[in-house]
T-cell receptor
């Protein structure tokens, strides 16, 4: 298994540009999520999905869209990039939702470092 | 609104010493997680704590949970340099799938 993969690893955008951060997992995990990590802020949940076709907002969803058309993929779209979206983005997945089997571990991808100029 | 606080946020300690770090959370939750992050790397799951009084141990790390006090501790025994990392606790928002993370505790273990 490749686990959770994210592309690209690094990206530089200009203000107003759009882009999609890719996340894929090959473990048939039901639950997937996106976080952003900023210095001194910990990780903050952007969006999450409990299965194909089901998504919901996290703590900081503004400026981001997601969709989940397959179990494997959970892309994160930045509609019009802003400097405030400069961050490291992590995708994570777990076999089931935390409420089904709370002991399921969340596996994190390697991250995408995004800079918006 | 669930808030998760970790303290201390920075800790420098010598090898061989013991120390306890704390994670407080503001509302009832049914699960708490500890993660480790090495510089420039992703997060690695350490422990999942579900019930009051739960204790988990892995090597030199031991985590416990007191749901009544809304407090989890991560105890480090006889620290070694390899434990240098940032440690996060994350708490599930009651009745939902959302995890709220603390700001993380950067641990440096000096020889």
């Amino acid at each position: 298994n490749a686990g959770v993969t994210q592309t690209p690893k690094f990206q530089v955008l200009k203000t107003g540009q759009s882009m999609t951060l890719q996340c894929a997992q090959d473990m048939n995990h039901e639950y997937m999520s996106w976080y952003r990590q900023d210095p001194g802020m910990g990780l903050r949940l952007i969006h999450y999905s409990v299965g194909a076709g089901i998504t919901d907002q996290g703590e900081v969803p503004n400026g981001y869209n997601v969709s989940r058309s397959t179990t494997e993929d959970f892309p994160l779209r930045l509609l019009s990039a802003a400097p405030s979206q400069t961050s490291v983005y992590f995708c994570a997945s777990s076999l089931t939702t935390g409420r089904t089997f709370p002991t399921d571990t969340q596996y994190f991808g390697p991250g995408t470092r995004l800079t918006v100029l | 609104e669930l808030k998760v606080e970790q303290n201390p946020l920075f800790l420098s300690m010598q090898e061989g010493k013991n120390y306890t770090i704390y994670c407080n959370y503001s509302t009832t939750s049914d699960r708490l997680y500890w993660y480790r992050q090495d510089p420039g790397k992703s997060l690695e799951s350490l422990f999942v704590l579900l019930s009051n009084g739960a204790v988990k141990q892995e090597g030199r790390l031991m985590a416990s949970l007191d749901t009544k006090a809304r407090l989890s501790t991560l105890h480090i025994t006889a620290a070694v340099h390899d434990l240098s990392a940032t440690y996060f606790c994350a708490v599930a928002q009651g009745g939902s799938e959302k995890l709220v993370f603390g700001k993380g505790m950067k641990l440096t273990v000096n020889p």
